[in-house]
């Protein structure tokens, strides 16, 4: 099976392997074929692997990913990613901003943790495009509906700056602090005591390694990626 949705990088192709194309609004979507396997896959063309490394790094923090792959056509780098299907069609998912108005969604308690736990990670991230444009609003099976984070093609990582704007921040964070959905995100305890490092060193440790491990199995060339997040998480933490 050639599609893990593992972020992994499929290989160099020609056009042949794209069986039909289509647009649906602003998003391009392809059927395609590689080893006989036939899928349906939202596209992006993309500079880099950085979207496909960092969406396998959700996991780390407990959050669901889009599933994705990258692939050469010609000279160009595409990121694949999977695709929700219902009764043989594409589920579109709505953007954040299209129902964060709905009374009942931005009064849900789970849905509103889930959303602050996604703009938590585009900040350690340092993601760029961070508004209610850039989360997803995803379907499963059961019906409960849950955010994920899409827009994570550009990062400004290396500045240490914050990268959530005011206005995010005053709606969606105003029962709780940035600094604490982040400690909820990593199992850092909120209410600890200054002088309890060993807290500090094992959280830290251990996403080192986790992140490390990704970045490995994906493309080695991004291991500065590390060094940066892990200044972000420690700043969030102390």
Request: aromatic letters at 10%; proline letters at 3%.
């Amino acid at each position: 099976m050639i599609f893990n949705w593992d972020g992994t990088h499929l290989g160099k192709f020609d056009k042949k392997i794209i069986l039909d194309e289509r647009q649906i609004e602003k998003d391009t979507y392809w059927q395609v074929s590689i080893e006989e396997e036939e899928v349906t896959v939202l596209v992006r063309n993309i500079k880099d692997a950085l979207p496909c490394l960092i969406d396998e790094m959700k996991s780390c923090f407990g959050l669901p990913k889009l599933g994705t792959h990258h692939l050469n056509i010609g000279a160009k780098l595409y990121a694949i990613i999977r695709v929700p299907i219902k009764d043989g069609n594409i589920v579109r998912e709505v953007k954040l901003n299209e129902i964060s108005e709905n009374p009942g969604v931005i009064s849900n308690e789970l849905f509103r943790k889930q959303v602050q736990e996604v703009f938590a990670f585009r900040e350690l991230f340092g993601l760029s495009q961070n508004f209610e444009s850039s989360i997803r609003v995803r379907e499963p099976s059961n019906g409960a509906f849950y955010p994920i984070s899409y827009s994570e093609t550009s990062t400004c990582l290396e500045k240490e700056k914050s990268v959530l704007p005011k206005t995010v921040l005053e709606k969606w964070f105003q029962e709780t602090t940035l600094s604490d959905v982040i400690k909820r995100m990593v199992g850092f305890r909120i209410n600890r005591e200054e002088s309890d490092d060993e807290e500090l060193s094992v959280v830290l440790s251990s996403y080192r390694w986790k992140l490390d491990a990704i970045i490995n199995r994906i493309n080695r060339e991004y291991v500065w990626l590390t060094h940066y997040i892990m200044i972000r998480i420690e700043n969030a933490l102390i």
